[in-house]
């Protein structure tokens, strides 16, 4: 049973298409992240939710659209792709603040985004 | 401004060996420090973590250590196996939050038989 699911696992597409990016966690978290792994392998912070809620919005195109219908979920919308976007996206989440694997991320298997 | 380094970005050992792995922080905020292992087409996992207030965690045949005057913390394997082949990232973040979590590049570890 997957802890952290992502879908589509690859996608490519042309330059100014939208596309989508769907998470789903059944561990129960209430916190989840959208991490984005560039060329040069650095794994960067998007977006965090918590309880539905955006906590973390860090410098990302407006472009970049999340959406979290319940605290299980944290899809990733992508208007008007460009090549830069090319680069393999993370979802994650974690356990609450002050609890006892707080800091731990629980990632999902990673989404390659391919922008021709 | 790469608050978390890992200098060198691959490292072969042999079977049965040791393997450290090194990183760098800069951001004295930093108190909750972590490795994950991920292989490829996988996502990151977690691997062992450390509290600043302790200076080594030890679980199983991994071993991280802590340097806090020099900001350094490393990783040991011991015996290295060939399952042990990925790449490793160290992370840092403040007050053990997940979501402050910087992570540095990454160090691909081969271990040969």
């Known amino acids: 049973d997957t802890a952290v699911s992502q879908t589509p696992k690859y996608l490519v597409t042309q330059m100014g298409n939208d596309k989508s990016i769907k998470c789903e966690q059944n561990?129960?978290?209430?916190?989840m992240y959208w991490y984005k792994q560039d060329s040069k392998k650095f794994l960067k912070i998007m977006f965090s939710y918590n309880n539905k809620e955006l906590i973390i919005n860090e410098t990302v195109p407006n472009r970049f659209s999340p959406k979290s219908p319940d605290k299980a979920h944290l899809n990733l919308h992508i208007n008007s792709l460009e090549l830069g976007d090319s680069a393999v996206y993370f979802c994650?989440?974690?356990?609450?603040w002050g609890t006892g694997r707080a800091g731990e991320l629980f990632f999902g298997e990673g989404s390659r985004l391919t922008v021709l | 401004d790469q608050q978390v380094k890992q200098n060198s970005p691959s490292l072969s050992v042999q079977e049965g060996r040791i393997s450290i792995l090194n990183c760098d922080y800069t951001n004295s905020m930093f108190d909750y420090f972590l490795w994950y292992k991920k292989y490829p087409a996988e996502g990151p996992t977690f691997l062992i973590s450390?509290?600043?207030?302790?200076d080594k965690n030890e679980d199983g045949r991994f071993t991280v250590f802590l340097n806090k005057s020099a900001k350094h913390l490393s990783l040991h394997i011991v015996p290295s196996q060939p399952g042990d082949s990925a790449v490793y990232f160290c992370?840092?973040?403040?007050?053990?939050?997940?979501?402050?979590?910087?992570f540095g590049d990454g160090t691909t570890l081969t271990v040969k038989p």
């Open positions: 994650a989440s974690s356990q609450a």
């Open positions: 561990l129960g978290h209430d916190t």
């Open positions: 992370a840092a973040t403040p007050n053990t939050n997940a979501g402050k979590s910087t």
């Open positions: 450390i509290s600043s207030i302790k």
